[in-house]
């Protein structure tokens, strides 16, 4: 027996693994970009009303923003297969950033919705940020912990779940805006999104799994 060239199995990689990866980080992409101009344009605007909204609370949400920030724009990188062979080392302190964005920004989040209660905020609301709260931390702490026993595929595979809890901040704003929904749907689009996270994220895996199998060296 026989088995296909590396160099067909390469080929069939780059037909079928990589240019679907490229497809849905350039979605992603497009979603960062939406959401910051249609919900988050206020920042770049100072006589926004928004900012009346936030006074009370704009300290605590600075490092809120500053942090979870790291988590959102730093996570697409970790999933490059370049950055981490060419620059490991790179690979593994934006690692450690991404964690560092979810240990801090989670809980503040979660206190800045706690906070808001007073603002007329439901606590169906702050139960639902503890809920995402509680899974992106479990998820990136589990990844952590698999990276440090040297287990890089379950690795991976806790880090595409919390990336897509990371998600969840612009999924649940794009939403909104996209269908025009009313503001008293945003518990129960925040919930939806809290409660796909994981299954949409294990999804994924699933199709990458599937794609990389058809890349497999076939035997004739």
Known sequence: MTIISQSASSSGTRRFGVR??????????????????TNERFLFNPADPE?????TFKWILLPHGMVASLALFLGPLQFSDRLRRRFAAVHRTLGYLYVTGVFVGAPIGLYIEWFEERLGYTRSFTIATAVDATNWIIATAVALYFIRQGKIEQHRRWMTRSFAC???????????????????MAETVLWCCIAAAYPLAD??????????????????
């Open 203 to 220: 999804l994924v895996l699933q199709v990458e799994e599937l794609l990389r199998q058809r890349t497999r060296p076939v035997r004739v």
């Open 51 to 55: 900012w009346a909204h936030i006074s």
């Open 20 to 37: 679907p990866k490229y497809l849905l980080f350039a979605l992603i992409a497009a979603m960062y970009a939406y959401v910051l101009w």
């Open 166 to 184: 990371s998600l969840i901040f612009l999924e649940a704003r794009l939403i909104l805006t996209l269908f025009d929904l009313p503001s008293r």
